[in-house]
């Protein structure tokens, strides 16, 4: 993928969803619906770590990385204030969004930091974001049965973030961030990640009523641990982060490029395209 396009997505959001839209399976669906709860939040700090990378190169190499970071922007902000639509809808199911609070806390930790560590952080989470969207988008039992509108809008997400997956991967590198804390951070993320997903996934089962039935839990370990489960798909490409010699476009793109082009009736770009990975090996 050589341009990021931001692209205004054309669903109707203004229907409220099914308790259970994704295929009537109240487990995937309190999953999808714990990770939408942190993006508003989360990619609002992916933006703000990346605005204050670029600020912090010198001069030359910032006008190298503009044009990609303002795409990044772009998406991202397209991504929160969309999925911040959709979270509104689970506040009026009864939902209660946890994991942002506590991501806010965190963030709140890194005020003065230096730089590098929220553009470390934002690489490693992006790493985990493009692993989880090559899944969605090679894997069609995660979204299976999902209200089509849904499954839009995750494989419009998944297929972006696979298009910026590079960007503050090579923010970092080019703001002089060492391999150390590049899988410190990596793990720390993970840690984060896994523990905040399965905490909410949890707490939404429980104000949907579906936490003591036990087709739940069937199906939840099906879906984590199964045969075609997150754990076995993503164990590793997630194991490939800690390569010296790892590069996210490493990653097949693929299937996000093909979805994009037979899916172009249901978004709009908006504004010009900006080249992809400033810093990427040619
Ligand atoms: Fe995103
Ligand atoms: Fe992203």
């Known amino acids: ?28 669906t309190a999953w999808f ?33 503009e044009p990609a970071v303002k795409g990044f922007i772009g998406q991202e902000a397209t991504h929160r204030r969309i999925h911040a639509l959709f979270n509104a ?60 509108r849904l499954a839009t809008l995750w494989l419009w997400h998944a297929s972006e973030e696979t298009g910026h997956r590079a960007t503050a991967f090579d923010l970092y590198r080019a703001m002089g961030g060492n391999e150390e804390w590049r899988l410190r951070l990596f ?8 523990t905040d997903s399965l905490r909410q996934t949890v707490n939404n089962l429980w104000h949907d009523g579906s936490f003591w039935r036990a087709g739940t839990w069937v199906a939840g370990w099906r879906f984590l ?21 790892f590069h996210p476009l490493q990653q097949d793109e693929s299937r996000a490029v093909s979805w994009l082009r037979d899916n172009a009736t249901l978004f709009e770009p908006v504004g010009r395209p900006a080249p992809a990975a400033a810093g990427a090996p040619t």
């Open 1 to 28: 993928m050589s341009n990021l396009v931001v692209r205004r997505l054309l669903i109707d959001l203004d229907t409220p969803p099914a308790r259970h839209w994704c295929g009537g399976d109240a487990f995937r």
């Open 33 to 65: 619906n714990a990770l939408s709860m942190s993006f508003p939040s989360g990619e609002q700090f992916f933006i703000d770590a990346v605005r204050a990378g670029v600020q912090a190169l010198p001069e030359a190499e910032r006008v190298r990385f």
């Open 89 to 148: 809808h689970l506040t009026t199911q009864g939902l209660v969004n946890r994991w942002e609070a506590r991501a806010l806390r965190r963030i709140q930790a890194l005020q003065g930091a230096d730089p590098r560590i929220a553009v470390g952080a934002t690489a490693a989470t992006e790493h985990l974001t493009a692993i989880l969207a090559e899944h969605l988008l090679r894997d069609t039992t995660s979204l299976q049965g999902a209200e089509p």
């Open 187 to 194: 793990r720390l993320v993970t840690w984060h990640f896994v």
């Open 225 to 245: 641990f199964g045969r075609h489960g997150l754990v076995r798909a993503l164990a590793g490409p997630w194991r490939r982060y800690r390569s010296a010699d």
